[in-house]
């Protein structure tokens, strides 16, 4: 079974620090990564998609992608509290085209 | 761009009785459009992928006759709640792509069945 697992949290964060969300997938072969935001009661928002190794950069996002690891992580600069969400990882998986495999998910909590 | 409605955003209904919902891309034709369903504090679950014209295609443990997925045009598709039960009460949530490769979400319709 492909699957895509996440630490379910909540990881607690002061405001202003780093924020470091994880992902791992099972197949080797899956091309495109995907995070997600979705905010209590909402439906998830796009915050930044990644194909190929290494680091991707978008604001205070950075996408990292280690293919050999099958690992991707989301890091999440000068935390906000508007930033407390659930983050959701989403994988395409080999021969499935744009179908996603969602995790289940780690709850983030930006503390004052 | 790409923005995806979906109507009604909420929806209370009796046990028995059938629901539709609608998704639409209002500024894209959408080559595929997939449903999914999500209980409280978990993730979504794909429950259907569908093409304009064709049949949906259903994961794994959905029951196709109760969730009827139609595909009527690039820009709408609709899921319809058949004969509906207090365990069907979830949040659907459509996407849609348009062809490269990334998912666009509706907001979502919030069914409780009573």
């Known amino acids: 079974q492909k699957e895509v697992e996440q630490n379910s949290g909540p990881l607690s964060v002061p405001e202003g620090a780093i924020a470091s969300l994880n992902c791992t997938y099972s197949?080797?072969?899956?091309?495109?990564f995907f995070w997600y935001r979705q905010y209590s009661g909402k439906s998830p928002e796009l915050i930044m998609f990644?194909?190929?190794?290494g680091d991707k950069e978008d604001g205070r996002f950075t996408a990292q992608l280690n293919k050999a690891s099958q690992y991707v992580s989301l890091l999440i600069r000068d935390s906000q509290p508007s930033d407390s969400a659930t983050y959701l990882c989403?994988?395409?998986?080999?021969?499935?085209?744009?179908?996603?495999?969602f995790g289940t998910g780690t709850r983030l909590q930006v503390t004052l | 761009g790409a923005v995806v409605s979906q109507h009604p955003s909420w929806v209370i209904c009796k046990s028995g009785t059938s629901v539709k919902i609608e998704c639409r891309s209002l500024?894209?034709?959408?080559?595929?459009m997939f449903w999914y369903r999500q209980f409280p504090k978990q993730s979504l679950m794909l429950m259907a992928t569908?093409?304009?014209?064709?049949?949906?295609?259903?994961e794994q443990g959905v029951e196709k006759d109760k969730f009827l997925i139609n595909h009527a045009s690039l820009t709408l598709s609709t899921l319809t709640v058949t004969s509906a039960h207090p365990e069907d009460s979830s949040f659907y949530i459509c996407?849609?792509?348009?062809?490269?490769?990334?998912?666009?979400f509706g907001p979502g319709t919030r069914l409780t069945v009573t």
């Open positions: 569908s093409n304009e014209g064709s049949k949906a295609t259903y």
């Open positions: 197949d080797r072969g899956s091309q495109s």
């Open positions: 989403a994988v395409t998986f080999t021969g499935t085209a744009s179908k996603l495999t």
């Open positions: 500024d894209f034709q959408a080559t595929t």
């Open positions: 996407s849609a792509d348009r062809g490269d490769y990334e998912q666009y």
């Open positions: 990644i194909y190929s190794n």
